[in-house]
């Protein structure tokens, strides 16, 4: 017989419409409520990307695809998807209690984000299991990273590759390609907190494979908040590698996100960019993983690796 599993997505989540913003972000903050300039500042950077960001839409693409992609590969386990978010809903909790609803009793849970960290993933596992505690009856499997699964890897290098084929030959020795993720406050560090060796090793993993010659890594999207961030953030980076070396070409790689949103579509595409073309050098940013098969294949593989350590 087929074994039904609730399938929880959890991810990010973004505002659906303008008068969002404002709770969205206070959500962020944990309930404190951000001042006028603040929000000011978040809807001119949605503004900037087209009005509201393509993330509700991908988020909703990739559960789905998961669910599918796993219903099609096995015969043992029948996936169905609920989607739980962070900061809007349907909130995480929303999912798992519509898993109870349903009369799901097993679920995996994931996190659309590669790495581990206390301070990100496993606030979403929390929040999950602790509402799964509450109702009684469901018990959740959570993955806590997978950014080693091969396919994930192996999209990454795929994607260097496009944009590779776009710069010319006798160029691509003056080419770096720089991998980046969210940065979180400098104390993770005193607790060993994982993330940033997941990170380097991610980057370390994609460059070996691609067989690049220079890559570097640095932190983006840091908050604006009073204690110290991970670095180097992206921007100075990008200043000393031009100084360093004079690249002619960089390819950016978020590697801590996997989709295109605000992050990605205003801090890469437009900050990083508009720095990169100030120097006289040319910004290059693949596709993000969004519904590619190999990255949706690599999300399959760790759910049904999760699942067989369950059985
Ligand atoms: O609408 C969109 O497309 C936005 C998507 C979005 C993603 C995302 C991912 C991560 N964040 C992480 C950490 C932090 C920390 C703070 C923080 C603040 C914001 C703000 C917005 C926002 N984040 Fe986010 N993040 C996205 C959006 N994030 C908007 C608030 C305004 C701003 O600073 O731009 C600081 C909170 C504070 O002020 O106290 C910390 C991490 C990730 C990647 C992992 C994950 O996806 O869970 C870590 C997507």
Same mark, same amino acid.
């Given at each position: 017989?087929?074994?039904? /599993?609730?399938?929880?997505?959890?991810?990010?989540?973004?505002?659906?419409?303008?008068?969002?913003?404002?709770?969205?972000?206070?959500?962020?903050?944990?309930?404190?409520? +951000?001042?006028?300039?603040q929000?000011?500042?978040?809807?001119?950077?949605?503004?900037?990307?087209?009005?509201?960001?393509? @993330?509700?839409? @991908?988020?909703?693409?990739?559960?789905?695809?998961?669910?599918?992609?796993?219903?099609?590969?096995?015969?043992?386990?029948?996936?169905?998807?609920?989607?739980g978010?962070?900061?809007?809903?349907p909130? /995480?909790?929303?999912?798992?209690?519509?898993?109870?609803?349903?009369?799901?009793?097993?679920?995996?849970?994931?996190?659309?984000?590669?790495?581990y960290? &206390?301070?990100?993933?496993?606030?979403?596992?929390? &929040?999950?299991?602790?509402?799964?505690?509450? @109702?009684?009856?469901?018990?959740?499997?959570?993955?806590?990273?997978?950014?080693?699964?091969?396919?994930?890897?192996?999209?990454?290098?795929?994607?260097?590759?496009?944009? @590779?084929?776009?710069?010319?030959?006798?160029?691509?020795?003056?080419?770096?390609?720089?991998?980046? %993720?969210?940065?979180?406050?400098?104390? /993770?560090?005193?607790n060993?907190?994982?993330?940033?060796?997941?990170?380097?090793?991610?980057?370390?993993?994609?460059?070996?494979?691609?067989?690049?010659?220079?890559?570097?890594?640095?932190?983006?999207?840091?908050?604006?908040?009073?204690?110290?961030?991970?670095?180097?953030?992206?921007?100075?980076q /990008?200043?000393?590698?031009?100084?360093?070396?004079?690249?002619?070409?960089?390819i950016?790689? +978020?590697?801590?996100?996997?989709?295109?949103?605000?992050?990605?579509?205003?801090?890469?595409?437009?900050?990083? &960019?508009?720095?990169?073309?100030?120097?006289? %050098?040319?910004?290059?940013r693949?596709?993000?993983?969004?519904?590619? +098969?190999?990255?949706?294949?690599?999300l399959?593989?760790?759910?049904?690796?999760?699942?067989?350590?369950?059985?």
């Amino acid at each position: 017989v087929t074994k039904k /599993i609730g399938l929880l997505v959890m991810a990010y989540g973004t505002p659906y419409q303008k008068e969002d913003i404002s709770s969205y972000y206070t959500a962020i903050r944990h309930g404190r409520k +951000p001042s006028d300039e603040q929000i000011a500042d978040l809807e001119r950077r949605y503004e900037a990307i087209g009005g509201l960001s393509p @993330l509700a839409k @991908l988020t909703r693409q990739q559960a789905d695809a998961l669910a599918e992609r796993l219903n099609m590969i096995q015969p043992e386990y029948e996936f169905h998807a609920y989607l739980g978010l962070k900061y809007i809903h349907p909130f /995480i909790e929303d999912a798992v209690q519509a898993m109870h609803d349903d009369g799901i009793e097993h679920a995996v849970s994931l996190a659309l984000a590669p790495h581990y960290s &206390r301070f990100s993933v496993q606030s979403y596992i929390d &929040r999950a299991q602790s509402k799964a505690e509450e @109702l009684g009856g469901i018990s959740i499997t959570s993955l806590k990273s997978w950014f080693d699964q091969p396919g994930f890897i192996a999209f990454w290098q795929k994607a260097i590759q496009s944009s @590779l084929v776009g710069i010319p030959e006798n160029e691509r020795d003056q080419t770096v390609v720089l991998f980046t %993720a969210h940065s979180l406050p400098e104390k /993770i560090l005193k607790n060993g907190d994982p993330y940033p060796d997941q990170i380097h090793e991610t980057a370390q993993r994609i460059a070996a494979k691609s067989g690049i010659e220079h890559y570097a890594q640095a932190w983006q999207s840091a908050g604006k908040t009073g204690d110290p961030w991970l670095g180097p953030d992206v921007l100075d980076q /990008i200043r000393i590698l031009y100084q360093n070396s004079g690249y002619k070409h960089f390819i950016f790689c +978020p590697i801590g996100f996997v989709s295109e949103h605000l992050e990605v579509l205003y801090d890469n595409d437009q900050e990083c &960019r508009k720095l990169v073309e100030s120097l006289g %050098a040319s910004y290059h940013r693949p596709q993000m993983p969004d519904t590619d +098969p190999t990255f949706i294949d690599a999300l399959a593989s760790a759910v049904l690796h999760a699942c067989e350590e369950q059985a």
